[in-house]
C-alpha cells in the first residue's frame, strides 16, 4: 500500500501534468519548465531557504559554512526536493535534546539532519517523537526521515533502510558513587534493570540476564520504559538499581551535575546506528548516503561530532544496510 505522501504526490502529479498540457497548448512554456523541475532547467540551489539553526547549537558555525552539491540534490526523488520532514526522540543527551526554549532541538543527531539537508539543497524541519512511534511513522508517510540513535537490526530492516552514520557501545547507569559496586554485567545479576522497551537496550539486558542464568545467577528483574528519561528516574527514585544505555549518552548523563549518576562500560557490544527511510524510499536513502559521504569526506561530519564531543563514534563510511 502507498504511503500518504506518495498517494498527495500522485494527486499533485496529475494536477499538474493537466496543467503543463494546458499551457503547452495555449504556446506556453511546459509547468516543469517553469518551475525549473524534472526535465527543465535546474533549481537554483543557492536561492533555498536552509532551516534556521539553534545559536545554542553545538556544531552552528560548521553546519551554516556547508553548501549544497547539485549532484547530490540530482539523485533525491522528486518528491522530496522540496523539503524533508525528519523526527528524532528527545532526551538522549548528547544525541538529541530540547534548547533552553524548549522547542528547537539540538545535538549530534539534529545536527547530522541539519547538515545532510543543506548538502541534499532541500529545507527541513524536525519533529519530537516517541522512540516506537518513529518506524511507524515513517511506513504511514507522516516522516520522511527518523535519526534518532538507532540501532541498524536486522528486525528493524524488515521495515526501514538504515544509512550508517556512527558507532557505540554501550554502558550502565548507576548511583553516584557507585555503591553497589557495579563493575561489570554479572555485578547486575537479581537486580532491577530499567530499559528503553523495544530498543537495542532492552535485547542487550535480555542477553547479559540470560549469562546470569546461565552461571547459575538470579536473572535481571527487567523493568521496561517507553523512553530513556523515565528509565533513568526509575533509576533516581530506587526502583531500579541500574540504566543500560548508549556509551556517550552515559556519559554525558554522568558529567551533568544535576544528575547522581556514574557511568560503567559494558566492554564490547558495539553496534552501528542508522538513519531510517521506509524501505519503499530506497533512492531516498541512496540520496541520503551521498550526502553523509560527502560530509565525511570534507571533514564536516568530524568537525559536527567533535563539536559534540563524540569523535569515538566516527565511521570512516558511510553505509546501507551495513554494506
Known amino acids: 500500500m502507498k504511503n500518504t505522501r506518495t498517494m498527495r504526490r500522485a494527486m499533485a502529479l496529475a494536477l499538474a501534468g493537466i496543467l503543463a498540457t494546458s499551457l503547452v497548448a495555449c504556446g506556453g512554456q511546459s509547468l516543469e519548465e517553469v518551475e525549473g523541475g524534472g526535465d527543465g532547467e ?34 533525491l526523488p522528486n518528491e522530496y526536493k522540496t523539503g524533508l520532514t525528519w523526527t528524532t526522540s528527545s532526551g538522549y543527551p548528547p544525541m538529541e535534546i530540547f534548547a533552553s526554549n524548549n522547542k528547537d532541538l539540538l545535538g549530534v543527531d539534529p545536527a547530522m539532519a541539519h547538515a545532510i ?17 518513529m518506524i511507524p511513522g515513517l511506513v504511514s508517510g507522516r516522516y520522511d526521515v527518523l ?3 538507532m540501532t541498524d537490526t536486522e528486525e528493524r530492516r524488515e521495515t526501514t533502510t538504515f544509512v550508517n552514520y556512527v558507532q557505540s557501545g554501550n554502558a550502565f547507569l548507576v548511583e553516584g558513587g557507585n555503591p553497589l559496586g557495579i563493575e561489570e554485567p554479572m555485578d547486575l545479576c537479581g537486580k532491577t534493570v530499567a530499559v528503553v522497551d523495544a530498543g537495542s537496550s532492552a535485547a542487550l539486558a535480555e542477553e547479559l540476564s540470560a549469562a546470569c542464568e546461565e552461571a547459575g545467577e538470579a ?63 530506497a533512492d531516498l536513502a541512496v540520496a541520503i548516503q551521498a550526502a553523509l559521504q560527502h560530509l565525511m569526506d570534507d571533514g564536516a561530519y568530524a568537525e559536527i561530532l567533535a563539536a559534540w564531543e563524540v569523535d569515538a563514534m566516527a565511521l570512516d563510511t558511510a553505509t546501507i544496510n551495513g554494506e
Do not use: C
Not at 548538502?119 to 516506537?132: S, Y
Not at 533513568?232 to 556517550?248: I, K
Open 219 to 281: 536473572p535481571y528483574d527487567i523493568l521496561p520504559f517507553p523512553g530513556d528519561q523515565d528509565a533513568n528516574l526509575s533509576l533516581e527514585s530506587g526502583r531500579s538499581q541500574a540504566t543500560v544505555t548508549d556509551y556517550p549518552v552515559a556519559v554525558a548523563r554522568a558529567a551533568d551535575e544535576n544528575n547522581n549518576m556514574d557511568a560503567v562500560v559494558i566492554e564490547g557490544g558495539e553496534s552501528v546506528w542508522g538513519i531510517g527511510v521506509d524501505n519503499a524510499n
Open 42 to 75: 535546474a533549481v537554483d540551489l543557492s536561492s533555498v531557504e536552509f532551516a534556521e539553526v539553534h545559536d545554542e547549537e553545538a556544531a552552528k558555525d560548521i553546519i551554516e559554512a556547508l553548501e549544497p552539491v547539485q549532484e547530490i540534490h540530482d539523485l
Open 117 to 133: 539537508s543543506r548538502v541534499l539543497g532541500v529545507p527541513m524541519t524536525m519533529e519530537d517523537a516517541d522512540f516506537n512511534a
Open 147 to 149: 535519526v534518532s540513535s
